[in-house]
T-cell receptor, first 113, second 115 residues
Framework: GESVGLHLPTLSVQEGDNSIINCAYS??????FIWYKQESGKGPQFIID?????DKRQGQRVTVLLNKTVKHLSLQIAATQPGDSAVYFC????????????FGQGTILTVHP | DTEVTQTPKHLVMGMTNKKSLKCEQH?????MYWYKQKAKKPPELMFV???????INESVPSRFSPECPNSSLLNLHLHALQPEDSALYLC??????????????FGQGTRLTVV
């Protein structure tokens, strides 16, 4: 079955630092990898996705890197802000007519002012 | 409107009660989902509806019964639940994969406590 895991369960950074959150996956057949942010009391919020035929994708202050050789995914957040404090989940997307998400365990990011 | 609305936000029910969770979206998404999230754990898929038809049931006990009355609404009927069913129940929607859908939009969830 699908297995998605994270190397670090918690990450504390200072405001303005860059943050890197890592994730390992097991199913090489996945075609999309996605990062979600979940703030306290809210549902997960889509951050960025990357297709399996890419190795890097940039968004606003975020970059996702995909290394298919070692089945590793990372999310880089530039100039981290207190509002970035949340739980971050990586997920793999599967399914043809729908989008089934299998989430990793999550990393708690805490940004100190 | 990019919202998925779930009601109620909080629900306390006894093990003999029958209750329903409701979810609504007006983004024209044809795929809708129920996820269950226990404290400090990731969301886990329960059900998927695609074009109003049940596509996936992840071996969920029959005390959970999903219903998709139309393309905008998704319900989860609850009956004879156990205390271990206490969790955050999240509804999500997305475009169908064939329409390029990769982003799922989640509601705020219903915090369910079974007593």
């Amino acid at each position: 079955g699908e297995s998605v895991g994270l190397h670090l369960p918690t990450l504390s950074v200072q405001e303005g630092d860059n943050s890197i959150i890592n994730c390992a996956y097991s199913n090489s057949a996945s075609d999309y990898f996605i990062w979600y942010k979940q703030e306290s009391g809210k549902g997960p919020q889509f951050i960025i996705d990357i297709r399996s035929n890419m190795d890097k994708r940039q968004g606003q202050r975020v970059t996702v890197l995909l290394n298919k050789t070692v089945k590793h995914l990372s999310l880089q957040i530039a100039a981290t802000q207190p509002g970035d404090s949340a739980v971050y989940f990586c997920a793999v997307l599967s399914g043809t007519s729908y989008g089934k998400l299998t989430f990793g365990q999550g990393t708690i990011l805490t940004v100190h002012p | 409107d990019t919202e998925v609305t779930q009601t109620p936000k909080h629900l306390v029910m006894g093990m003999t009660n029958k209750k329903s969770l409701k979810c609504e979206q007006h983004m024209g998404h044809r795929a809708m989902y129920w996820y269950k999230q226990k404290a400090k754990k990731p969301p886990e898929l329960m059900f998927v509806y695609s074009y109003e038809k049940l596509s996936i049931n992840e071996s969920v006990p029959s005390r959970f019964s999903p219903e998709c009355p139309n393309s905008s609404l998704l319900n989860l009927h609850l009956h004879a639940l156990q205390p271990e069913d206490s969790a955050l129940y999240l509804c999500a929607s997305s475009q169908a994969r064939g329409a390029g859908g990769t982003e799922a939009f989640f509601g705020q969830g219903t915090r369910l406590t079974v007593v």
